[in-house]
């Protein structure tokens, strides 16, 4: 299978806890996103990186979030200290980027979806 | 800012029925890029079509076509003759200043 996979599929957790989520891109992406989606919308830009580079953050990308993309390849997203409004969708998607000023298709991975109790 | 509106919350028709799923957006960039997304039960995003803002052709591609129209910031999508797996959320969504912003999405239902 050579498209965006990402682990866990499901988290569940305690309101207070930390939690972590992994994403492999298509090998030959260079560009990386996270997006989040809840129930009945669209999804919603967090962050992106451009190899190991981390371009772009979202208002909506608070201090307990952290993302990274250490060597360019996957990268994990934490949220700490979980709250209730943290649960989600979070999805990754990769694409190919060069010159900023254009995009290539973006490809989704199947999301893991959090639930914050 | 951008912005995309997908006004139709929830379409409902019948297998073989043509379907056309509207999208309006809002952008000041002169050169960005619209997007649609199908969302099926399984939850995966699945890319549809990009279109650049210099392209104004409308595309076909099988039973899917789609209408882009600068004058009016529109960019819909039609489905002919309508299958039950076209059952789904279809998103549309605008690139620019290097992020995706999606409209809320509209859910087609399709009957047999």
């Known amino acids: 299978d050579t498209g965006v996979s990402q682990d866990p599929r499901h988290k569940i957790t305690k309101r207070g806890q930390n939690v972590t989520f992994r994403c492999d891109p298509i090998s030959e992406h260079n560009r990386l996103y996270w997006y989040r989606q809840t129930l009945g919308q669209g999804p919603e830009f967090l962050t992106y990186f451009q190899n190991e580079a981390q371009l772009e953050k979202s208002r909506l990308l608070s201090d307990r979030f952290s993302a990274e993309r250490p060597k360019g390849s996957f990268s994990t997203l934490e949220i700490q200290r979980t709250e209730q409004g943290d649960s989600a969708m979070y999805l990754c998607?990769?694409?190919?980027?060069?010159?900023?000023?254009?995009?290539?298709?973006?490809?989704f991975g199947p999301g893991t979806r959090l639930t914050v109790t | 800012a951008q912005k995309v509106t997908q006004a139709q919350t929830e379409i409902s028709v019948v297998e073989k029925e043509d379907v056309t799923l509207d999208c309006v957006y809002e952008?000041?960039?002169?050169?960005?890029?619209l997007f649609w997304y199908k969302q099926p039960p399984s939850g995966e995003l699945v890319f549809l079509i990009r279109r650049n803002s210099f392209d104004e052709q409308n595309e076909i591609s099988g039973r899917y076509s789609w209408n882009f129209q600068k004058s009016t910031s529109s960019f819909n999508f039609t489905i002919t003759a309508s299958q039950v797996v076209d059952s789904a959320v279809y998103f549309c969504?605008?690139?620019?200043?290097?992020?995706?912003?999606f409209g809320t999405g509209t859910r087609l239902l399709v009957s047999p």
């Open positions: 952008t000041r960039d002169t050169t960005y890029y």
């Open positions: 998607a990769s694409s190919l980027g060069g010159d900023r000023r254009y995009s290539y298709e973006q490809y």
């Open positions: 969504a605008l690139w620019g200043f290097q992020k995706l912003v």
